[in-house]
């Protein structure tokens, strides 16, 4: 339990800055749904690799915040990580089977 907190403030959700109720509860929501979001990629996605175990810190800042070239193309979308990326292999993996 304490580690989806942990994780959960990873996400910043514990920064409520209105003084209004609703809004902050609005607010809580959305990185609610952030995290669980999150977490499912990371473990449905990721299942049976190294990145599944990872903490929500260590996947957003390995996986999510990796550094991509973006090409569109007429009818294509090409998407190139750095050569010497260390969970390349896992990453185009995922992406070659959705886009499949």
């Not at 902050?24 to 175990?53: C, D, W």
């Not at 915040?65 to 990580?81: G, N, R």
Request: aromatic share 12%; proline share 1%; hydrophobic share 50%.
């Amino acid at each position: 339990m304490e580690l989806w907190i942990k994780d959960l403030k990873c996400l910043h959700g514990d920064r409520m800055s209105c003084g209004k109720f609703k809004a902050n509860q609005f607010r809580l929501f959305l990185y609610a749904a952030a995290y669980v979001m999150l977490y499912q990629l990371k473990h449905k996605a990721f299942e049976g690799t190294e990145i599944a175990s990872f903490t929500m810190d260590s996947f957003l800042k390995k996986i999510m915040l990796s550094a991509v070239l973006i090409i569109e193309q007429k009818c294509a979308i090409k998407v190139s990580f750095a050569p010497h990326h260390r969970y390349r292999a896992e990453i185009t993996k995922l992406l070659s089977t959705i886009a499949a």
